[in-house]
């Protein structure tokens, strides 16, 4: 692996532990204005500083990031979708290697649909991805998507998904906790790190998500919704990173979480939170 490559990972996988805490703010590319995510860059402003990555478009790092930041960022290069349609497998990649570079992004992201009408289009474009990552210096971060059918989130689907995106090339697998997670981590030879799903119907259900992935061999979170969702998303970042960083216990996380106590969230969010 080139030095521009390994460079580029170690920006995102951090010291102390060589995990990394990503927070994931891409959900409006087939979603929409997702709750607490419509004013994008009032929900990331105190969430940046404690963020290992940010993954997004390129559309709101233009519009809602500052260009002064220094957070690493993960570009969703992937869509074509969206919730109105039955099948959301139907993606293209949708920004070219040359911006992502112009952008100065870390790693580039895209979705691929194990199992699902638009597999074989999704897989090439994960190849065709990682062609152009490994032209420029630029890792690939598969996300192995479950489209509306989150039934598929168990170990048998979700390692071979993950395998056959690191087979693919992908220098870093995004996926989902399930029972069994030691299975899918062992058949993957690439880092992998885990989104948080739905919102969780509590914040200690998320830590635990978090802790599970982590003690059986995920190196890190990509995670949004139970982060910003939550009604103190700081606080809830802090408690992910101690799992994360610092080896802590769910019991720790949590006494993190109350410590931090009631969380600024901005007065753009005073609606919302009614
Ligand atoms: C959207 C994504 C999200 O980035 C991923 O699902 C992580 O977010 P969450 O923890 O809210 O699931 O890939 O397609």
């Known amino acids: 692996m080139d030095w521009g490559m390994r460079n580029r990972l170690a920006r995102m996988f951090r010291p102390p532990s060589g995990n990394s805490v990503m927070l994931a703010v891409d959900h409006g590319y087939f979603m929409g204005p997702t709750r607490r995510l419509e004013d994008v860059g009032a929900t990331i402003r105190p969430l940046l500083p404690h963020a290992d990555a940010l993954a997004l478009t390129r ?4 519009s809602s990031v500052p260009p002064e930041a220094t957070t690493p960022i993960v570009l969703r290069v992937s869509g074509g979708a969206t ?3 039955e099948d959301l497998s139907n993606e293209a ?3 070219a290697i040359a911006d992502a570079s112009r952008l100065n992004v870390s790693a580039i992201a895209l979705s691929v649909f194990v199992g699902a009408p638009h597999e074989h289009q999704s897989l090439v474009n994960l190849a065709k991805l990682v062609d152009d990552g490994e032209s420029s210096g630029i890792p690939v ?6 489209g509306k059918e989150l039934e598929k989130r168990d170990a048998r689907y979700l390692a071979l998904a993950c395998r056959v995106s690191a087979e693919i090339g992908a220098h870093v697998v995004k996926t989902y906790y399930c029972d069994d997670f030691a299975r899918v981590v062992e058949g993957c030879p690439v880092p992998l790190v885990v989104a948080g799903g739905p919102k969780l119907d509590s914040e200690r259900a998320a830590l635990e998500l978090a802790h599970g992935a982590i003690a059986e061999g995920a190196r890190g979170i990509d995670m949004g919704r139970n982060i910003w969702q939550s009604e103190r998303p700081v606080a809830m970042l802090k408690a992910l990173r101690a799992i994360v960083h610092e080896k802590a216990t769910v019991r720790e996380a949590v006494t993190v979480l109350e410590e931090e106590g009631a969380d600024a ?7 919302s939170a009614a």
Do not use: F, N, Y
């Open 265 to 271: 969230r901005g007065p753009a969010h005073a609606a």
């Open 93 to 95: 990649i949708t920004t």
């Open 83 to 85: 919730v109105l349609q």
């Open 59 to 62: 559309g709101v790092l233009r």
């Open 141 to 146: 971060l598969a996300i192995t998507a479950v």
